[in-house]
């Protein structure tokens, strides 16, 4: 009866904390309909999660590209399906490794950030002055960064398409000697809109679950540095699981429509 009692307290626990995140999602979306918007907060947010992310997911993407290049050759090889490479490279990282790896390279580097930085104002009783003050924590700390990360994962996914694309192009024509024109035709002829958008589909919604991860934690932590040590870990374990989780979703989602 002990191991039923565990169990059971164990999904009372989960089914309680995700029920909080939920809530904390839902006050912080409903936040960027009701003034005032902080815009400088905004924009801040959006340099720091769009632009300083730019480098490690490039190169994230051209390693990947040239990696899966070299597998896929590889692989259909033992076939004789060799000339099909751009095709299933280019579906493989618009749809599914582009999003994903750009989700978890931004999950490791800003949700870790956001937890840290907002447990830190947690702590040391930033967030309960800023109440005092009049300026509502979740419109200035919470609904900037939320929003940010939601609307710059596309366009950070879309860069890593590209740059991995161009990373299989590079292994493909050099080493593997495809023909560059043909290599691009093979591409452009196969890649439908449709995977265009269900891996930019995808990003947003990874953005605004690495963003509530990173910010729930970090307003929740308490301890002092140890616990903001801990939200900020929690932040980023959390963030890559329900961006996995998620992906499998959307992708049975998508591919039944």
Known sequence: MNIFAATGNLTLDALRETGRVSIFAGQGALAWFSGPFYWRAFFGALVRIGFTSLPVVGLTAIFTG???????????????????????????????????????????????????????????????????????????LIAPRILATTLVLPLLVLTADIIGIYGGYLVSVYALDFAGPVYIQNISEFIEARDVVTGLIKAGVFGFLISVMGCYYGYTSSGGAQGVGSATRTAVVASAVVVLASNYLLTSLFVQV
């Not at 299933?88 to 749809?95: F, H, K, N, Y």
């Not at 989700?103 to 830190?120: K, Q």
């Open 66 to 140: 040239a990696a899966l290049a070299l597998n896929i050759y590889d692989g259909s090889l033992r076939f004789n399906a060799e000339t099909f490479l751009p095709q299933i490279l280019s579906v493989s990282i618009v749809r599914e490794l582009g999003p994903v790896l750009a989700a978890l390279m931004v999950a490791g580097r800003c949700s870790s950030a956001m937890a840290a930085e907002i447990g830190t104002m947690r702590v040391t009783e930033q967030v309960d002055a800023m109440s005092t003050l009049a300026v509502d924590p979740f419109k200035y």
